[in-house]
């Protein structure tokens, strides 16, 4: 431990002493034959005694004399046990009146309901397995002091033990969309975290160094490339859940890591993609709320289907209010919505990007219920499909919920020599400064160059998702672990 230890903490590391000099070694024989939920969803009769040992942390103390009431705490939830001097002996019960809150029991008894109503542990047995030498928050049950909740998890997980929930129901959101996807003939593959070149995204990557190869490599921002090659190589559909890395700020909608899935599928297209993603979320949305009716912070969301489909510059004029006698497709025009409505365009010459501006300020944050915007701007969307007889748009869309993009999708471009222009405008566009921008990808090039099917893909942002299906509004309440600034 620190040096720098309070009163209080240097009480706790001389009882351990005193503990360990009585034989006292952190015990590893432990046998719990029943938990928090098991007591409190069992009948008690008062012809039978039914026996349970438990285990669990100290939250509650409560001693009065030659017993006690205690509250536990498990890996399910808070209970009550009740330990008499007179049951456990004077030596056993004298140990007991020095542990601290924060302690970890293991407790042998019966089950019985006081005067109260409360289901109790009327304790046989006692013995402590791990002394914790630092003190729970002094309102442990409800640990508020936000940095401490994020960096300290563990005490979060304590304190407002309620919180699991949030991450019991983000493990379920992942089984779940595995079953799904591979009860339709996905298989999930892994491909590289390290990568030579940052590819399949717009985005600024952590860069690193390979000392054995004496190269400069980055962490992913996206797993598209590597999936594309494996549906080259005959895997028509393929999916990958996990971590990606981008160099960019943090806010309640970003953080640096965050997880993902991208899935790919042969001969289909992008409405086929959004016909899965509407019935996956619609299946998702009632195994965690059973309810297609859900609460987000001062929104109610629905996720009754069908879900509007909107272009693009539809959505500007249906849902952001911009008069249809306003042509969109004019860069004038653009300007001038723009300028009425006081919104910044940082490449004024990039139709697309004035288009994408418009649509973020109007439209995006008036997307509650879920809504499909499809047709992005060819010069936003360098990996996709132009829309046949419309080339400055693509079939591609975005599914926005509570203003937030959940999902990206498009019918994937196979044509290499289109693509290879594609990346050569953004190579430009990192010469003349875009970080966000990338390089030529020679490799995935030659693998569109041995053939890629049509081929539809989606990437959905795990993250968001479970903060809309639990009703936290800020990323870090669904990361166990969210970035921070180190402690000084």
Known sequence: MSEELNTFEKVRLEKLHELRAAGFDFPNDVHVTGYGT?????????????????AGRIVNFRLMGKASFCHLLDTTTKFQIYVRKDEIGDEAFDQFKTYDLGDIVEAYGYLFVTKTGEKTLH??????LTKALHALPEKWAGLTDVETRYRHRYLDLISNYECREVFRKRARIITEIRHFLDSRGYLEVDTPTLQSIAGGATAKPFKTHHNALGIDMYLRI?????LKK????GLDRVYEIG????????SKKHNPEFTSIEFYQAYATFHDLMNLTEELLTKLCLLVNDSLEIQYGEHAVNFKGPWPRLSMQESI????GVSRDMNLRDLRTIHQVAQAHRIELTDKEDWGRCLEALWGELVEPKCINPTFITHHPYSISPLARRTKGDPDVTDRFELIIAGMEVANAFSELNDAEDQRERFEAQAARKASGDEEA???????????EVGLPPTAGEGIGIDRLVMLLTNSLTIRDVLLFPQLKPES
Do not use: M, W
């Open 38 to 54: 098991d007591l409190l969803a069992t009948e008690v009769t008062p012809d039978e005694k039914q026996y349970f040992t438990v």
């Open 123 to 128: 304790v046989e047995r006692i013995r402590l």
């Open 222 to 226: 996206a797993t598209e490339l590597p």
């Open 230 to 233: 494996l549906v080259v190589g």
């Open 243 to 250: 971590r990606i890395f981008r160099n960019e700020g943090l």
């Open 317 to 320: 004029h249906e849902i952001g």
């Open 438 to 448: 990338s390089d030529v990808d020679e490799d995935f090039l030659r693998a569109l």
